[in-house]
């Protein structure tokens, strides 16, 4: 039999793929969950169940929550990407880790397909094929939703054909959670102008006295919670679990597709959120300006590629190797304040912070300098601007 690795989620289109590839094209199907994050072990145990009563031969589920924090997440949080100043990257990121994990588990199986239940309408199957054909291009991809257009009524009948009804009856929302947030599509991210309701965010209101807490940063790394060290990772959880109870970390990022049209989708990231403006704020004051700039530009670009399933190019490498670079003196105390809905940044403490009073508070006394120095800056600062003036008064 052909062997095939398929990337499997246990929601309907994987489920459709492990029956329809094992009992209609013969193939030895090997269902692959990757953990980014958001998956309990009951959780995975009944993904295990599903998919060896679909048909699989094995199913396999790969831990990568601390690749994922190594390899992507830090470099997120060292250059405060936020893709149109809004979405932290959650699932994009998240898709890249899942895509490099399942190519290299198909390698060692010696596996000669390796499939996804992506559709044709969006970036998923741009991220999937591409690291599989960038790490594992003797392997053929197969992609059953996206080959036979097909619907989801026409899924569904051909499960239950097979005596297969697990309940597929579509959910009001989409839910899919991992490290560093939850996505949320639903009717209303469909359209331009509708908001998500209440209900539909997976985390609820439920505390409503403000709460200042203290994140330490060490070069650039969260590494404690009001003065509780541990694992960064485990550090977002607990973050998120917190912020979540303020419902903070919510709002609805629209943007350009790989594929060149619009999309919107709704999400829940209180730790990203959170993590990265706290970051931001400390690099403020430990940072140059030009520094703080360069950064801006190649955040910003690392997101970019991140996001259109460009992980695997050198330059990523590069950018990686700057933004670790500008984290030297990333490091102190940052003091936030939790609120129903929102979050305020109160400060930050820092040996390497650059509001040195010794030269002078801004707006009020300079001690590094005299009241001539200032002139004499404030006249050479305005040399280009009055010459170009002049020069062209000239020619009114």
């Excluded at 499997?8 to 590839?21: E, H, Q, R």
């Excluded at 030895?28 to 599903?50: D, H, L, M, P, R």
């Excluded at 992506?118 to 741009?126: E, F, H, I, L, R």
């Amino acid at each position: 039999m052909k062997k095939l690795v398929l990337a499997y989620s246990g929601g309907l289109d994987t489920s459709y793929c492990t029956k329809y590839l094992s009992k209609e094209k013969g193939f030895e199907v090997n269902a692959v969950s990757v953990n980014t994050g958001g998956f309990t072990q009951e959780e995975i145990s009944e993904t295990e169940k599903k998919a060896i009563a679909l048909g699989a031969k094995s199913y396999t589920s790969i831990n990568a929550v601390q690749t994922y924090y190594d390899t992507v997440i830090k470099y997120l949080i060292f250059g405060n990407v936020l893709r149109n100043n809004t979405y932290p990257l959650s699932v994009s990121a998240e898709r890249i880790v899942q895509a490099i994990e399942i190519a290299g588990y198909a390698k060692k199986l010696g596996a000669t397909h390796v499939g996804h239940g992506s559709t044709g309408a969006g970036n998923d199957q741009v991220r999937f094929d591409s690291i599989f054909q960038i790490l594992a291009p003797e392997l053929e991809i197969v992609t059953p939703i996206r080959d036979h257009r097909l619907s989801r009524e026409e899924e569904i009948a051909y499960l239950k054909s097979e005596g297969i009804d697990m309940n597929w009856a579509k959910a009001k929302y989409s839910i899919n959670k991992g490290l560093w947030g939850t996505s949320v599509g639903g009717d209303e991210t469909l359209t331009s102008h509708l908001p998500l309701p209440e209900e539909a965010y997976p985390s609820q209101l439920e505390e409503t006295e403000p709460q200042q807490i203290k994140l330490s940063f060490d070069r650039g790394e969260l590494v404690a919670i009001n003065d509780k060290a541990d694992q960064a990772i485990v550090l977002i959880e607990k973050l998120n679990s917190l912020g979540s109870r303020y419902a903070i970390g919510r709002d609805i990022h629209v943007g350009d597709t790989i594929i060149g049209i619009k999309g919107r989708v709704g999400f829940e990231a209180a730790a990203p959120l959170l993590i990265i403006k706290a970051h931001h704020l400390l690099e403020k004051h430990t940072l140059s300006k030009w520094q703080q700039y360069q950064k801006e530009q190649l955040g910003n670009f690392y997101g970019m590629l991140l996001h259109e399933g460009n992980y695997l190019d050198e330059v990523m490498r590069n950018i990686e190797a700057f933004l670790m670079d500008t984290q030297k003196k990333v490091s102190g105390e940052v003091f936030i304040t939790l609120h129903p809905f929102r979050f305020t940044l109160d400060g930050v403490r820092s040996p390497y912070d650059l509001m040195n009073k010794d030269f002078g508070s801004y707006g009020e006394m300079n001690q590094g300098w005299t009241a001539e120095d200032a002139k004499g800056f404030i006249k050479i600062l305005s040399n280009p601007g009055k010459i170009a003036n002049q020069t062209e008064g000239k020619h009114d």
